[in-house]
């Protein structure tokens, strides 16, 4: 029970031991949430609440692995041609990236919403990112305009791969901006420049370039991609995407635990809801600690 104290938020504990500045080191505060601290048969009680919230976050946070993990499979298996789905037999094609995309620059749109790169989110608005952003000391009339399905190879692709753009808005010069040549399902592609397989192409491709210096469109366009046909594209794109969503749902699963638990850790081990026991071992703890 004092273990889960120390692991409690200060501003959870009673407020004579919140001010305490290192519960660990100071043996007054310990004796100070001790001599509080709830009969024993609350005490074992309480344990078991927050133990059973464990175990249920632990079984989503496994679910969660899982899902990750299937997506990972399906990845390597439909953006290779390895496995296809139902319906489709076309051979595969490999083109170079230069003859389905193309580099754009377009600037002075100084009024558009900022967006960034993100390795796990594509690009987003900054606006969305945590913590202090940095924000651009001079003009922005030499942004690059980016629209919603449009693709950026930023400093860190050769890591991460290339980020996909569900908004509008205007990034860095330093980014390189594409769009599309073809008709193409930009879902099969958002999947496809994250996968495994093409980073590694990428990093291939790189080889030497990687410190500091922005990967260029000529370094990408060289890269052979594939291509399979139009209607392929969308229904890999909506097995991916599937997948994404169940993830998404796990994610959401396992942060509701972790909030149900930090609500239950607040009422309970301060005393503002008061767990019921059996009598029975309500009396034994009385007895036990009148012959102690």
């Known amino acids: 029970m004092v273990l889960l104290l120390f692991r409690t938020p200060r501003s959870f504990l009673p407020p004579d031991t919140a001010r305490c500045r290192s519960l660990q080191a100071d043996k007054r505060c310990i004796t100070k949430i ?16 927050l133990s059973t919230w464990d175990e249920a976050i632990q079984t989503a946070i496994q679910l969660l692995k899982a899902k990750q993990e299937r997506k990972r499979g399906l990845m390597q298996q439909l953006l290779s041609g390895k496995k296809r789905l139902p319906g489709f037999s076309e051979e595969w094609y490999e ?7 193309k580099n754009i620059s377009i600037k002075n749109h100084p009024n558009e919403e900022l967006l960034s790169a993100t390795q796990d989110r594509g690009v987003i608005p900054r606006s969305m990112l945590e913590g202090r952003v940095a924000m651009p000391e001079s003009e922005t009339k030499a942004y690059k305009l980016v629209k919603k399905g449009n693709f950026l190879i930023s400093l860190r692709s050769f ?20 769009t599309s040549r073809l008709t193409i399902d930009e879902g099969f592609y958002k999947h ?21 210096k922005q990967i260029s469109f000529d370094d990408f366009s060289v890269i052979k991609i594939p291509q399979p046909v139009f209607q392929e594209q969308c229904a890999i794109a909506a ?27 607040q009422e309970l081990l301060t005393g ?8 029975e071992e309500h009396q034994s703890d009385l007895l036990k600690s009148t012959l102690v």
Do not use: C, H, W
Not at 239 to 265: F, S, T
Not at 272 to 279: N, P
């Open 239 to 265: 097995v991916l995407n599937a997948a994404d969503d169940e993830i998404r749902l796990a994610k959401v699963e396992v942060d509701a635990l972790k909030q149900q638990k930090r609500g239950l850790m």
């Open 95 to 101: 083109v170079k990236s230069g003859e389905i995309f």
């Open 34 to 49: 001790t001599n509080t601290a709830p009969p024993l048969s609350q005490q074992r009680k309480i344990t078991a609440i």
């Open 272 to 279: 503002k809801t008061m767990v019921k026991v059996e009598e």
């Open 192 to 212: 496809y420049f994250k996968s495994g397989r093409f980073i590694r192409k990428l990093g291939v491709a790189i080889i030497g370039i990687r410190d500091g």
């Open 159 to 178: 890591q991460g791969g290339i980020e996909y753009s569900e908004y509008q808005g205007i990034v860095s010069p330093a980014y390189t901006v594409l």
